[in-house]
């Protein structure tokens, strides 16, 4: 009888403990950042001109992370949106090319906690890219839309530290496009046709032999108090289609600066109890 006891306890013991885990309150906090960007930007369009232009790119992005709620110890997701204006000039500075565009994502990631306050994270994400460039020599037709929906490889990996006596992250985000749709005209095609109802050839099917795309973030975040940081860091972006015996190269270099942080919403009747599980996204 004694045995049968014993089994029954050393059977109940962990259901026990799982229910005690159960009943303790996790809180996620949304970590988010706002960031502008200034830095140098190529664009070549042979749709509007066989020339390379060069100048200026600004941009504003807005970002935010959150662990997952079904898993929020290993799985985080992010949101970004980020808005970018590039003014360059052709090589004799006699005209302009214009470009003006919005990017939107949102992806999941698993991460692994490593030593030394490194944490690895892998995963997917889903983009949405639209915008337009605009040649100012050109009469005609001065416009080429760009537009592209893809499923993207995307992590990050980070590094926690103190610099001045303050927490520092220090982190590295590639992004790559692996396959999804995008929009091209044919070569030579106005837009005047496209209206009149020449839909033919405009989607094509995005993968590596005709659309390649690559992002790659570095940012460090100093924190000058518990929940807000100073963001600084450097963004690059390489675009390159080819399709229709049209091609498209965009090529961009960015400083940034900005305030990230993080932050609890609580509902005025709620509290932090001593005992709730605060698990953040970025650490």
Known sequence: MKQITLNIILILLPLLATAQ???????????????????????TDTYLSPLKY?????????????????????????LAAEAVVDKTENPMRYASM?????????????????????????????????GCIYSTRNGNNPASAKAAWTVNITGDISWSTQFVNKKLILRYQ?????????????????????????????????????????????????????????????NGN?????????VTQMISHCVVIGVSGQWLSLAPSRSIQPDTHIISAIY
């Open 21 to 43: 885990n159960d009943s303790v309150e996790v809180v996620r906090p949304v970590a988010s950042a706002w960031e502008i960007g200034v830095g140098a930007a190529k664009i």
């Open 54 to 78: 060069d100048g200026l790119e600004f941009s504003l992005r807005y970002e935010r992370r959150q662990s997952m709620k079904f898993n929020p110890n290993q799985w985080t997701m992010q």
């Open 238 to 246: 390489i675009l390159s289609t080819k399709v229709n015996n049209n």
């Open 174 to 234: 590639p992004t790559l496009p692996v396959i999804g749709a995008f929009f091209a005209p044919e070569y030579g095609e106005l837009y005047y046709e496209i209206s009149l109802g020449n839909y033919d050839g405009l989607c094509h099917c995005a993968w590596w032999g005709n659309y390649f795309k690559m992002e790659n973030r570095v940012t460090a975040d100093w924190y000058l108090s518990r929940a807000t940081a100073l963001r600084i860091g450097y």
């Open 98 to 130: 214009w470009y003006g565009g919005l990017d939107l994502s949102w992806g999941m990631t698993h991460r692994w906690r490593l030593p030394h306050n490194i944490i690895l994270s892998v995963g997917g994400s889903t983009s949405l890219d639209a």
